[in-house]
């Protein structure tokens, strides 16, 4: 089964940037919907940028659009989320996620299936004001 790890998480100033990675072994990331979630101290975690199987659709979550991209790179099974414009709101835990149902739409990133998505161990980002 594929293992994730998460890298590029750091302190950042409001209105900088960051770029998040994550690498894939064990099965090359095409196989899988990927996706980012984040969570914050007592708050519910939530789907960041997620991708279909098929890799044709791309879902943001509202309070990120605009501003984060996600993209993946198959050759280096790695995932990327470039991060702009960085709100002290977006201060959290990231987590990279991956899920093996094909056909499954981007629309998993409001609901991942705990029997099935495999997750990182998360980076830490943190955006000062």
């Known amino acids: 089964q594929v293992q994730v790890v998460e890298l590029g998480g750091g302190l950042v100033q409001a209105g900088g940037s960051l770029r998040l990675s994550c690498t894939a072994s064990?099965?090359?990331?095409?196989?899988?919907?990927m996706g980012w979630f984040r969570q914050a101290p007592g708050k519910e975690r939530e789907g960041v940028s997620c991708?279909?199987?098929?890799?044709?659709?791309?879902y943001y979550a509202d309070s990120v659009k605009g501003r984060f991209t996600m993209s993946r790179d198959n050759a280096k099974n790695t995932l990327y989320l470039q991060m702009n414009s960085l709100k002290p709101e977006d201060t959290a835990m990231y987590f990279c996620?991956?899920?093996?149902?094909?056909?499954?739409?981007?629309?998993?990133?409001?609901?991942?299936?705990?029997?099935?998505?495999?997750w990182g161990q998360g980076t830490q980002v943190t955006v000062s004001s």
């Open positions: 996620a991956a899920d093996p149902r094909a056909g499954i739409t981007e629309s998993w990133c409001l609901s991942p299936d705990p029997r099935f998505v495999s």
């Open positions: 991708i279909s199987w098929s890799g044709g659709s791309t």
């Open positions: 064990g099965l090359p990331i095409s196989n899988y919907a």
